[in-house]
């Protein structure tokens, strides 16, 4: 008996400015698709109750740490979970405030959708840009902008065509292709499961109906095989003589397919070998799809450790020592050129340093001005000279071997998340 | 401008159980890949059953890179560490089990009165052995939808030289880059089934076929019912005065210390009667079980914050 039948997993987030109605939007959702347990509900009600509150506020059931319900403000992401019966949905909700965003970028980076909310009262703000920027910068796919807090304009069509017109003049700025629109009142609950009866105008998919036929697959072309190894296993059990010379690498397929008898070079050695199996917890399998966790065995005997990727002999990424990125800087501490950082890419770390900042965006503006340095919440073009040399592909392209997170040793903290734009060999 | 077109391609994608094991297998490399001395927690309890599934996938046929350990109360039930000890046994893994009880011996566990719940002491225990064994990443069985303030923490949450969780504070999480990195005497703590709700669990043990201490499923036990709780009768919790004990068919949903797990009334005696049942049910796991933290709003942000898992 499978209760739930499978079509997949959606992660999606909710992001936009302060106050627009993301925890409540996610409440909401929660509460209209029977999510919410008794017990949970009573407990909300009951912190309601005791701040005062007439209704139940539904932001509650993600600004779970003490500090976010005593200021009525998300801090850092929340992930609730839910499903339809036909699919399984993580939701990260993510805080509007600016001094925040870095939290949002966690949220966004793992995110297959995006719902960008929009006060209708206010219309786009400029966290409103700078979410969408970023949404559109890690590359999410499906971006959806819900005019929230309908009720409070009279539930007119004319106020959401206007914010509809504003915010697509922006993203043809950005290159934004795929965006819906959608109103909807977070707290009465018009558009978000039930359609309600307040917005007879609009004819297109409620929120929920949008999520359900989301495509959960984070890309639609077809992307060359990619498997960093993360660890070796040599188990050299001496009472089982057959694992003697066993030697399996560990590790995510981050991209593309393989399948026993498969070509594969292994980098930076450039050395090449067969797949002599694929297997899983000792399993046998025929083939390794994206985001499976595998073991590779091969047919000849090479030194492979981890940070070393195996990928399909005819299409090899670009070794580098060399990266040009867009990097969101993360940090309180702002980026100081003179010093050397770390920088993480797949299963490989090296030491880096800026080569050049190229320019700086104006998240308003959408300009690019000359930048010494980057401050927290910045996003620029950052050129890195690398000790050791990474296996790249351009992030668009690839987001696992196009991705990296900047750290810095003294405190280990992760200070920027970086996107490689071009290659150089 | 069509947007979501299903027919537009055919791309093959995970079954959600099988994304959630391979991101879990992942996660768990990752601690083995980035860390010199992991431990995994292992109480017996389901949560962690899975986990040691998800060890088996990651590293055999070789051994696990890390010990087993569990912070034991002294008040647990005896089929569950009955259960801990043979499932080590029959991997052939090392269980270290450091107890709260020691920590009282040496005076750095103060119980208030003797019957108060020792869960939230095991914060102290844990401190000490990861000190003891100078373990600088503990793979834990937390899920994200057990409560408000796990729904908050990172895969890799980072702990300082004292434990503590700073929830304001947390390292930004990208993609799947995980940071695991710690100074000496900090500590990370690694949540590799982060993404996973009860109702996963149960149908991962139904998909692996795993084996469970058998008071997961339903059977008799001699109960009070207090305060709109199940209470179950033990030598460590009595009949109150003027109680009334009743024999009453129950299952546990998570199995913790005694003084402070509850179990449900249930007539579920196998795991796809569980699944059933955890599908339609309408009160959370803990909300349920748990008589510590209804205490509190925060109470277990707090524990958090003072080193618990
Ligand atoms: N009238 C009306 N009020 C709403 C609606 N949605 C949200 N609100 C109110 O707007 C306020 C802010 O809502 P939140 O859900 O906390 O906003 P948020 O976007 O999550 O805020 P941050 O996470 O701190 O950026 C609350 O008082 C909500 O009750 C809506 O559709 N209509
Ligand atoms: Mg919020």
């Not at chain 1, 069509?157 to 043809?172: G, N, P, S, V, W």
Request: glycine share 6%; aromatic share 6%; with cysteine.
């Amino acid at each position: 008996m499978q209760l739930i039948e499978d079509h997949g997993l959606l992660r999606f987030l909710t992001c936009g400015s302060v106050d627009d109605g993301k925890s409540t939007l996610i409440g909401r959702l929660l509460f209209d698709s029977k999510a919410i347990l008794a017990d949970t509900l009573s407990a909300i009600e009951k912190t309601s109750l005791k701040r005062g509150m007439q209704d139940v506020d539904l932001s509650l059931l993600t600004d779970g740490l003490q500090a976010e319900r005593e200021q009525g403000i998300t801090i850092d992401v929340a992930y609730r979970y839910f499903s339809t019966g036909t699919r399984k949905f993580i939701i990260a909700d993510a805080p509007g405030h600016e001094q925040y965003t870095r939290n949002m970028v966690t949220a966004a980076s793992t995110a297959n959708l995006a719902i960008i909310l929009v006060d209708a009262r206010k219309g786009v703000q400029p966290q409103t840009r700078r979410h969408s920027y970023l949404a559109h910068l890690v590359g999410i796919p499906h971006l959806v902008v819900a005019v929230n807090k309908m009720d409070l304009v009279d539930y007119s069509q004319q106020r959401f065509e206007e914010i509809k017109a504003d915010y697509l003049a922006f993203a043809e700025q950005l290159g934004i292709q795929d965006v819906r629109f959608i109103p909807l009142s977070a707290l009465k609950g018009d558009m978000v499961v039930d359609r309600g009866e307040n917005l007879p105008w609009y004819d297109g998919d409620t929120l929920m109906e949008i999520l359900e036929a989301a495509p959960a697959a984070h890309t639609e072309h077809d992307e060359p095989f990619r498997f960093p190894v993360q660890y070796v296993c040599r188990p050299q059990d001496s009472t089982n003589p057959e694992l003697h010379d066993y030697r399996g690498f560990m590790g995510r397929v981050e991209s593309g397919s393989i399948r026993v008898g498969d070509a594969v070079t292994i980098l930076p050695s450039g050395r090449t070998s067969l797949v002599k199996a694929i297997e899983l917890g000792g399993e046998p399998l025929r083939e390794a799809i994206t985001e499976q966790s595998v073991t590779l065995l091969l047919t000849d005997e090479i030194d492979i450790s981890r940070g070393d990727m195996i990928v399909k002999t005819d299409a090899l990424p670009t070794q580098t020592k060399q990266v040009d990125a867009t990097v969101c800087w993360l940090a309180e501490a702002p980026l100081d050129r003179a010093r050397t950082y770390l920088i993480r890419h797949t299963t490989r770390e090296t030491k880096a340093k800026v080569a050049a900042i190229e320019w700086r965006v104006d998240i308003n503006t959408l300009e690019r001005q000359a930048a010494e340095r980057l401050q927290m919440n910045d996003i620029a073009q950052v050129s890195f000279k690398l000790a050791q040399p990474l296996l790249t592909d351009a992030y668009a392209d690839n987001r696992g071997t196009g991705a990296f997170i900047i750290i810095d040793e003294s405190t280990n903290n992760t200070v920027g998340a970086g996107m490689i734009t071009k290659l150089a060999a | 401008m069509m947007l979501f077109n299903r027919q537009q391609t055919q791309l093959k994608t995970l079954p959600h159980l099988d994304w959630l094991e391979a991101e879990a297998i992942h996660i768990m490399r990752e601690v083995a890949g980035q860390c010199s001395n992991p431990v995994l927690l292992f109480s017996g309890g389901k949560d962690s059953i899975c986990m040691l599934r998800i060890a088996e996938k990651a590293f055999r046929p070789g051994r696990f890179p890390f010990p087993l350990m569990h912070i034991d109360t002294g008040h647990n039930y005896q089929e569950v560490t009955d259960f801990r000890d043979k499932r080590a046994a029959e991997l052939g893994e090392r269980l270290i089990v450091r107890s709260v009880e020691d920590s009282m011996k040496r005076g750095t566990v103060v119980l208030k009165h003797e019957n108060e719940s020792r869960n939230k002491h095991q914060s102290v225990t844990l401190l000490e052995a990861i000190e003891e064994f100078g373990f600088d990443a503990c793979i834990g069985g937390a899920r994200r939808d057990e409560e408000k303030a796990r729904a908050k923490e990172r895969i890799m949450s980072f702990r300082d030289e004292f434990g503590q969780w700073d929830p304001k504070n947390q390292r930004p999480e990208l993609w799947d880059l995980y940071n695991a990195r710690s100074h000496k005497g900090e500590n990370i703590r690694a949540f590799p089934i982060s993404n996973w709700t009860e109702l996963d669990v149960w149908q991962y043990i139904q998909l692996e076929g795993l084996e469970l201490p058998s008071i997961y499923f339903a059977h008799n036990r001699p109960i009070v019912r207090r305060q709109g709780s199940i209470v179950p009768v033990t030598e460590l919790t009595p009949a109150r005065a003027g109680e009334e004990i009743v024999d009453l068919q129950v299952r546990f949903r998570t199995v913790g210390d005694i003084t402070c797990t509850a179990p449900v009334e249930s007539d579920a005696d196998s795991v796809e009667k569980i699944i059933a049942e955890t599908a339609t049910t309408t009160i959370t796991e803990r909300g349920a079980t748990r008589l510590d933290d209804q205490a509190s709003e925060a109470a277990m942000e707090q524990r958090k914050k003072e080193g618990y898992f």
